[in-house]
């Protein structure tokens, strides 16, 4: 057996064998050929399998996803089946006796050149489109296996360099047991999703793709962060048992689901969820969640070949706040950049994507994505309890241009005669230091600040959270984050606003105690860290933890700080 060491990304235990999901080497060499036939039957061959599969993720994405999805599927299909891309294949392999795979790319190249550099939007997504179905023909030609998620039948453990967002929206729950990724830390959206899945996970474990192999036996522990590869008896049987132990946890605190938050001095405090669509409510309230305090719309954004409609986004928003029946729901405008790309928005390629031209700065430059977005959440608001807050706020400017726009959308929108509710609270997120800096200044124009930590921190400590090479600098316990924190509470707390926190930092029991001596209001995680959180909160002293504010707040490491808030709370 091999241990790997990696960060926990999502709790639990999974066993199972791997599956790799690697984009497969698909280079080859050229070579002249005397037997064209031979190359155009490998050619319609090739086609035909790829057709087959694809006709099969569609079917499973229109099932799992929605229509919408499986539309990208749809246009796949149509480029295997244009005569005007296959005939030039043919008539290059006869004219030129070339193999069929230089045929594929050649000709796949040219198309996709020709595309790319054309005006129209729709013919620019096509040249994705024949990029990625080209991979596919071209897997088969080579005999080597192209991964799809969307294609696993049976239990298995996904193991990949990384996952987009996209990738993980794709695996199976019924069979994809857990993952372990090279790259990503705890905060990676891959990582993210993968708690919403409740799926156990690995990341940032720098060597799974090189270690595990295709059927490899292993365990991802989540709970640890290890990955084992090929068990022995022994471990396996003591793996079943931990996971066996988990399960009991689960129902014990499965048994505060419909509890509210006190602590043990009978302080209330608010347990929200982060979500990313609508089908994650259902984990909200199997898990007690009181409320939804961050909405991660670019989900909706996401796996398709064009904007959502108003009406697509309308109904969506409208589901969250009617299956949350009352409860608050905060849904945060598109924020897209950042590990989150869009591809048939074709923003430009960018040095620092993190810092880069992302959620509210592309929203502000492209009303034409960003009023319908808020148009719908206005028009959702008739049906609950919404509250919206744009992302990445760094200047009051962008606050005031935001909320000018979607003042002007209300007016649009009564005047045309549709129900909007009268009382929306509107906040930001709070992410970037500059805003945390000035939140005072923020406090008195905004209706909540809800602490995004898992920008905020990469943006103070200058690490990226994606990046495993620095995730030593990325600590959410360091005096620096904890002053910031201190002083967006304050803030909210001395105008009569309220403050919560939607990063991951929310639901670390570490940072739980600190964060209730600072005052937090709400604490929006994980749905699946709300039930241990709230364990964790009834056994804590809220006026205790206030005692060691100024002490915590003038320490000078992180080490310092967790080592306090361990030997008091312990
Ligand atoms: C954050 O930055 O803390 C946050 C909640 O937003 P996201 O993780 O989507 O960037
Ligand atoms: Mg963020």
Known sequence: MTNIQGIGASSGIAIAKAYQLVTPDLSFEKATIDNPNEQIERLEKALAISKEELEKIKEHTRKEIGDEHAEIFSAHLLVLSDPEMINPMKDKITSENVLAETALEETANMFIDMFKNMDNEYMRERAADIQDVTKRVMAHLLGVTFPDPALINEEVIVIAKDLTPSDTAQLNREFVKGFATDIGGRTSHSAIMARSLEIPAVVGSKEATGTISQDDMVIVDGNEGTVIVHPTEEELAAYRQKQEQFEQQKEEWAKLKDEPTFTEDGEQVELAANIGTPNDVEGVLNNGGEGVGLYRTEFLYMGKSELPTEDEQYDAYKSVLEQMDGKPVVVRTLDIGGDKELD?????????????????????????????????????????????????????????????????????????????????????????????????????????????????????????????????????????????????????????????????????????PILLGLGLDEFSMSATSILPARTQLRGLSKKKMKSYKEKLLAMGTAEEVVEFVKERTE
């Open 344 to 512: 048939y928005l074709d923003l430009p390629e960018e040095l620092n994507p993190f810092l880069g031209f992302r959620a509210i700065r592309f929203c502000l430059e492209n009303e034409q994505v960003f009023r319908p977005q808020l148009r719908a959440l206005l028009r959702a608001s008739a049906h609950g309890n919404l509250k919206i807050m744009f992302p990445m706020i760094a200047t009051l400017e962008e606050f005031r241009q935001a909320k000018a726009i979607l003042n002007d959308e209300r007016e649009n929108l009564i005047s045309e005669g549709k129900e909007v509710a009268g009382d929306l609270e509107v906040g930001i997120m709070v992410e970037i230091p500059s805003t945390a800096v000035i939140a005072k200044q923020f406090a008195k124009e905004v209706d909540f600040f809800s602490i995004g930590t898992n920008d905020l921190i990469q943006y103070t400590m200058a690490a990226d959270r994606m990046n495993e090479q620095v995730s030593y600098l990325y600590q959410p316990y360091h005096p620096a984050i904890l002053n910031l924190v201190n002083n967006v509470i304050e803030a909210a707390h001395s105008e009569g606003k309220w403050a919560g926190m939607c990063g991951e930092m929310a639901g670390d029991s570490i940072a739980i």
